[in-house]
């Protein structure tokens, strides 16, 4: 949601202005996802997971849990295509009544129309366990390793959930249990704890929540889904709402009112207690609880935090230039046993 900040005329008016720019955006019958993975803004050149499928990746480029992903895609050398989704209007995943969050992967047919074989894979450790599963056993196809994760609604809340997020499914191989367990525990450890000092940290202060919102400009290529004036909207609103939002989840989320301190001493524990003295925590490569972290990680970078974590947390500098060196040559594409 976008919210605004003001008083008397000059709020209601920005208000009113925002509410018909949003109706046009939003306004027609939503287009199925496969008219918009016609028309990427990104293209990442790769190997194919099977011959002729085509991976679309619907993003936000800055989010978190969207770079997770695009991490996991690079290391892993497959190709794929990304959608960068509008925030405000969501317009790209419209086609999805049930659903208004990113990532979302779609995966259909390169050459053939729309129809039965597409795929659609919601969450971020899901998107990620489904792929590893498929990458470690070919035999089994995206569309059945979909229904290996299904989807849960809560009672209180109607949050979605996804119990089996987090396990890598692979029939009749032996498996290092204790390995397996470790690997997931730092997996949901990110998505559980660590994610949750990131905005804390980057919106800190006005001026820092301005500087972070002027980089997600930059890097998310806003230019070419806002005008200007848009785009200087959401900048400055953006900030003034996200620097509130900070607040709030400092205090939800019991971190220390120092919150770079928050964001130091959670650092040190996946980099003491998870990687230790191995050259990454999944050995000597990265597993999924490696590229999670770093994916996440890469969401900040540009932000005064980021720079800061990399001044006060000495482990992190080498950790992070081994993860990124892995990643750019996609040290994990030679997994992809009769790829296309």
Known sequence: KTLLLGTGAT??????????????????????????????????????????????????????????????????????????????????????????????LYAAPAN????????????????????????????QSLAQLRLCYPGIVGEEGGKLTYPNRYFVMQPGQKLDESKLREE?????????????????????????????????????????????????????TGAAVMRLVSMRLRSKYNLHRDVRKSLYNELDAFLLNGVGKRRFRGGDRPDLSDLSMYGVLTAMEGTAAFSDAMDNCPKLRPWFGRMRAAVAAREGGGRLAGAA
């Open 11 to 104: 709020a209601t008016a920005s208000a009113a202005g925002l509410a018909v720019w949003y109706r046009s955006l939003t306004s027609g019958e939503p287009l199925p996802p496969s008219h918009w993975a016609r028309q990427p803004i990104r293209q990442i050149s790769g190997r194919s997971l099977d011959k002729d499928l085509q991976l679309t990746l619907f993003q936000y480029q800055t989010c978190p849990f969207c770079c997770k992903v695009r991490a996991y895609l690079d290391y892993s050398g497959l190709a794929y295509n990304i959608v960068e989704v509008n925030s405000v209007s969501r317009q790209q995943i419209r086609w999805m009544t049930d659903y208004r969050k990113v990532p979302v």
């Open 112 to 139: 053939s129309p729309a129809g039965g074989d597409e795929v659609v894979l919601k969450d971020s450790s899901v998107i990620m366990s489904a792929l590893e599963s498929r990458i470690r056993d070919p035999s």
């Open 184 to 236: 997931q525990k730092w997996r949901q450890w990110v998505d559980d704890v660590f994610v949750h000092t990131i905005s804390p940290n980057i919106y800190r202060t006005l001026p820092e929540a301005l500087d972070s919102f002027r980089w997600f400009d930059k890097a998310g290529d806003w230019e070419k889904c806002f005008t200007p004036a848009e785009r200087a909207l959401v900048i400055y």
